[in-house]
């Protein structure tokens, strides 16, 4: 008798479909027949965008790419086959090129871990800003760029206390339990001056970014919240929110679209 893949039948609730990503994701493969259906169930609920907002222009290297930096990467600093180099032009003026070398995908590794528990971080952050830093280090003339760990939760460095024009920070405010000891970093951190200012990007993610700008309306500092603040950004979360831009499927304002919060020690003018 001849044997015939299953029909797909698709799961009765998100929470069932989810659990049978998971379980595709252990288990050995099925039928083709039944990844295919498990895949256009996973593309409906989907959050993930094909392209996001895609502002900033962006081609990798070849493996040649050091030569033309003026870096040389070897020995621990080579790359590794994990790693690519990605060159970046950023949509302002005449703001130079810049190389990042990255991961060639959301992969993890054993020794990631390591990393994390003896630095403390979480391995979602890890990046290698060090190596990016000299690799682009002729685009800053004569000033110094360093790099240095912040743990928001820890007493910061007394070196470094009120003295920042300008922070910038994005993504941070989803997780309630870290929102006091944020505030009080850039509290620490962000020089006493009427020109000094904190620059977040985040989306509202419920009430997480509600219950951040509270703490920083009780800690004394001051806040204004920009949902309109780039022609180009907003007129994309229009044709998303419309459906009119099919590059993200289920594109949820809430969830993705990423509001400008500017902090300060004084009232905004």
């Given at each position: 008798?001849?044997?015939r893949?299953?029909?797909?039948?698709?799961?009765?609730?998100?929470a069932?479909?989810?659990?049978?990503?998971l379980?595709?994701?252990?288990l050995?493969?099925?039928?083709?027949?039944?990844?295919?259906g498990?895949?256009?169930?996973?593309?409906?609920?989907?959050r993930?965008?094909?392209?996001?907002?895609n502002?900033?222009?962006?081609?990798?290297?070849?493996?040649?790419?050091?030569?033309?930096?003026?870096?040389?990467?070897?020995?621990?600093?080579?790359?590794?086959?994990?790693?690519?180099?990605i060159?970046y032009?950023?949509?302002?003026g005449?703001?130079?090129?810049?190389s990042?070398?990255?991961?060639?995908g959301?992969c993890?590794?054993?020794?990631?871990f390591?990393v994390?528990t003896?630095?403390?971080?979480d391995?979602?952050?890890l990046?290698y800003i060090?190596?990016n830093?000299?690799?682009n280090a002729?685009?800053?003339?004569?000033?110094?760029v360093?790099?240095?760990?912040?743990?928001w939760?820890?007493e910061?460095?007394?070196?470094?206390?009120?003295t920042?024009?300008?922070?910038?920070?994005?993504?941070c405010?989803?997780?309630?339990?870290?929102?006091e000891s944020?505030?009080?970093?850039?509290?620490?951190?962000l020089?006493?001056?009427?020109?000094?200012?904190a620059?977040?990007?985040?989306?509202?993610?419920?009430?997480?970014?509600?219950k951040?700008?509270?703490k920083i309306?009780?800690?004394?500092?001051?806040?204004?919240?920009i949902?309109?603040?780039?022609?180009?950004?907003?007129?994309?979360?229009?044709?998303?929110?419309?459906?009119?831009?099919?590059s993200?499927?289920?594109?949820d304002?809430?969830?993705?679209y990423?509001l400008?919060?500017?902090?300060?020690?004084?009232?905004f003018?």
């Open positions: 008798m001849e044997n893949p299953t029909a797909y039948q698709r799961p009765s609730s998100d069932s479909l989810r659990w049978g990503i379980r595709r994701s252990l050995p493969r099925s039928s083709s027949r039944t990844d295919h498990l895949q256009e169930s996973t593309d409906n609920i989907s993930k965008a094909v392209s996001g907002f502002l900033i222009y962006w081609r990798a290297l070849d493996d040649h790419f050091p030569e033309t930096l003026g870096y040389p990467l070897k020995g621990k600093d080579a790359l590794k086959p994990r790693d690519i180099c060159l032009k950023l949509p302002v005449n703001i130079p090129e810049i990042l070398i990255q991961r060639r959301n993890i590794e054993l020794n990631d390591e994390s003896r630095h403390d971080v391995t979602t952050g990046v060090q190596h830093i000299s690799i002729g685009h800053f003339g004569e000033r110094r360093s790099a240095m760990m912040l743990h939760s820890q910061h460095p007394s070196e470094i206390l009120n920042f024009d300008v922070i910038v920070a994005s993504d405010t989803f997780f309630k339990e870290f929102h944020l505030a009080w970093s850039v509290i620490s951190l020089k006493h001056s009427e020109e000094s200012e620059i977040f990007l985040s989306p509202k993610r419920g009430d997480s970014l509600e951040f700008l509270q309306r009780e800690i004394g500092l001051h806040y204004q919240l949902e309109n603040y780039d022609e180009t950004v907003w007129n994309l979360h229009q044709k998303f929110l419309k459906g009119k831009n099919n993200w499927p289920n594109y304002k809430d969830h993705f990423p400008l919060v500017r902090i300060k020690f004084f009232p003018s």
